[in-house]
Every structure is written in structure tokens, then in C-alpha cells.
């Protein structure tokens, strides 16, 4: 793509996957007011700045009522095409090298949006992320979780008999109150179609939701997985198991899942020996995307160059991708770590 910016492998960011990332929560407000226009939507903001200022949230439900309410301006295929596209140039500059991305088709259809308009303005931008950005990407429908599980297994027949790009499927939305063994149905029908299964789980909700996801709906990934930190023996078990935990710190700050950075449960949980990654959830909503989540707990921590090296690689290892591709972004890890000692050495 003429102008677009291809970083090389020996880009200045450390490379990592971003396992953990919603496609709409990277809508940035100028894309928001530009797509409003575009559609001849009335926003209910008078302009960016005062969009922006509504960026303070409680809880959970606080932000998701305003990231749901902002998706009235995704309409057109090119609308999720150019949301899409903006994800990828700045991620390119995150250091990020590939990535699997939420979307939530049932937000989507419930606005009147159907599912190739939106799958399709995403897949479309996708197909040449790995040319026009150097990021191998891939796409998981998530399903909404306080929605009814056979509207969720209704829109997983559709996508399965549209054969639509997806790698895998996800469970997001609103966690408490809606535990993971409600979709055991439409767990099983991904797992029967081929599909990788995650799901999101102990960000708000308790310890057994994550267990009840590990052992219902047979995750491969638990998203966020914060509150593990409050169960020992499940813990052991994450750790047994080196179970992949998709961690989203600047987000957990910013739902209020934590109080401040500092008292982020990221370093006891890479004390306890879990497999942890870290990935920025709704970039545009939490103040940063992966390279600002990178440097917030690297400066907050004071994380050295292993601990970092770990975090990229964990990112990497804990990808659907192919063992090759794997190699490939390890190496790059490595590199990125030897040039940096390199460069430092007197
Ligand atoms: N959808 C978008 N972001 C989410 C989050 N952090 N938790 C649950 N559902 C979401
Ligand atoms: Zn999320």
C-alpha cells in the first residue's frame, strides 16, 4: 500500500504478537467523527475533545455501554476496511508482527449490520496486512456473553456455513453474572467445526469462571485471567499447565479491575511461573496500545531485558500460527535483544 509504513524485522519496537486485542475498541475518536460524517450519523458528542472526556470508566459495564454505542458509525464494508487498516498502521509501529483479532459480529447484526459486512470489511484489510504492514494476522468472532447462547450458536452455524475467515471463536461482553458454561454448546460446535476456542475470564468475574472455561469449554487461551491470583491451586494448575493468559494491563487500570498500575498482579504472576503475555484489549478507550502497555509496566516494574525477552516470546509461543512462523518471530525476539545489547555495549 503506497505510503503506509513497513517496519523491517530490526524495527526499533521489541516484535510480540497481540493475541489479545477487540477491532472495535481501536475506533480512535477523529475515525469515529470521520465515519459519523461519512454516514450522515448525528454522534451524541460535540467533537473529539468532548468524545474523549467521556473516556473515564467505573467498571466493565461503564466502558462497553460506550464502545457498543460508538460501533453506530461502522456501516459499510469500507467502514470496517478503514477501522481495521488504522489498527494495522499503528500497530506496525507497536512492534507488533502478528495478530489475532476480536470482532463482535453480534454487535454488528443486532445494529442491522450483517455478518459479511462486517467480517468482510475486517478480512478484507487483513488479507494484506502481512504485505502492506509486515503483520501476519488472523480473526476470531467472540460471542457476547450476557446475549443468549443460541443466538450465539445460531451466528456461529451462519459464519460456519459462510465459511467466514475466522481461526477460532471468543466469549467477551459483560463477565459477572454470565459464567463460561452457558456456552458449552457453541464451544463444542467450534471445537466440531475445526475453530481454536478462548475465552475471557477473570477480569471482573471470579476464579471459577476461569476454571469453568478451562474445563467446559475446553479454552486453549484464557483472556485476562487476572483474578487467578486470588486461588492458589488454580493457579498451580495455570502453571501446570502453562495455560496462555492474555493480560491487558493499561485496560485493567482503566475498568478499574485494579486500582493503579503498581498494584497490577502482573509481577506475582510471572513470580508464579504463568504463561503470561501482555496486550492491549481497546487501545483507543485504555490510553495505549501494546507498545504503551510494554513500556508502562517495563517503567512501573522496572522489568529487565529476560523478563521482557519472556513477555515477547510467551506472545509468540502462545499464537495460532504454524510451528515455522513461530520460529521465525522468536528469532526475531532474539535478534531484536542481541542488536539492543549491541548497541549499548561501551
Ligand atoms: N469487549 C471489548 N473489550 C472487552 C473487555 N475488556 N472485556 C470484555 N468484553 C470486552
Ligand atoms: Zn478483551
Known amino acids: 500500500m503506497p505510503g503506509s509504513p513497513v517496519p523491517s524485522p530490526s524495527s526499533s519496537r521489541l516484535p510480540v504478537a497481540e493475541l489479545h486485542l477487540h477491532i472495535e475498541g481501536t475506533l480512535e475518536p477523529e475515525l469515529i467523527f470521520e465515519l459519523a460524517e461519512r454516514n450522515g450519523i448525528d454522534l451524541p458528542y460535540r467533537d473529539v475533545e468532548d ?3 467521556r473516556y473515564e470508566f467505573t467498571d466493565l459495564q461503564s466502558f462497553l455501554d460506550l464502545y457498543y454505542a460508538n460501533m453506530a458509525v461502522l456501516v459499510t464494508e469500507d467502514d470496517f476496511a478503514a477501522m481495521t487498516t488504522a489498527y ?6 507497536a512492534g507488533v508482527r502478528h495478530a489475532e483479532i476480536f470482532i463482535d459480529p453480534q454487535a454488528h447484526l443486532a445494529r442491522g449490520v450483517d455478518l459479511s459486512t ?10 494484506t496486512s502481512l504485505d502492506d504492514f509486515g503483520i501476519s494476522t488472523s480473526l476470531i468472532a467472540a460471542f457476547l456473553r450476557d446475549q443468549p447462547a443460541d443466538e450465539a450458536l445460531s451466528v456461529l452455524e451462519d459464519l460456519i456455513d459462510m465459511r467466514a475467515p475466522i481461526i477460532g471463536i471468543g466469549l467477551d461482553s459483560a463477565e459477572v453474572g454470565y459464567p463460561p458454561a452457558k456456552f458449552a454448546a457453541v464451544f463444542d460446535r ?3 467445526a475445526g475453530l481454536e476456542c478462548v475465552a475471557h475470564a477473570g477480569e471482573e468475574g471470579p476464579p471459577s469462571y476461569i476454571r469453568e472455561a478451562l474445563d467446559v469449554l475446553q479454552v486453549a487461551r484464557i483472556d485476562h485471567g487476572i483474578r487467578a491470583m486470588e486461588d492458589p491451586e488454580l493457579v498451580r494448575r495455570l502453571v501446570d499447565e502453562q495455560i496462555p493468559m492474555t493480560v491487558c494491563p493499561l485496560s485493567n487500570v482503566r475498568l478499574r479491575a485494579v486500582d493503579v498500575l503498581a498494584a ?7 513470580e ?9 484489549d481497546d487501545p483507543s478507550y485504555f490510553g495505549g496500545y501494546l507498545d ?8 512501573t516494574f522496572d522489568l529487565d531485558s529476560p523478563t521482557l525477552s519472556r513477555l515477547a516470546s510467551n506472545s509468540v509461543r502462545s499464537a495460532f500460527l504454524p510451528e515455522p512462523r513461530k520460529a521465525e518471530l522468536l528469532a526475531e525476539v532474539e535478534a531484536w535483544f542481541k542488536e539492543r545489547l ?3 555495549a561501551p
Do not use: C, E, Q, Y
Not at 462486517?118 to 488479507?127: D, E, K, N, P, Q
Not at 504503551?292 to 517503567?299: A, M
Open 342 to 344: 549491541a548497541a549499548t
Open 51 to 53: 468524545l474523549g472526556a
Open 118 to 127: 462486517s467480517i468482510g470489511g475486517v478480512a478484507r484489510a487483513l488479507a
Open 88 to 93: 494495522l498502521r499503528r500497530a506496525a509501529v
Open 190 to 192: 467450534a471445537r466440531a
Open 264 to 270: 497490577h498482579p502482573l509481577p506475582r504472576m510471572l
Open 272 to 280: 508464579a511461573g504463568l504463561n503470561v503475555s501482555i496486550h492491549s
Open 292 to 299: 504503551d502497555n510494554l513500556d508502562r509496566v517495563t517503567s
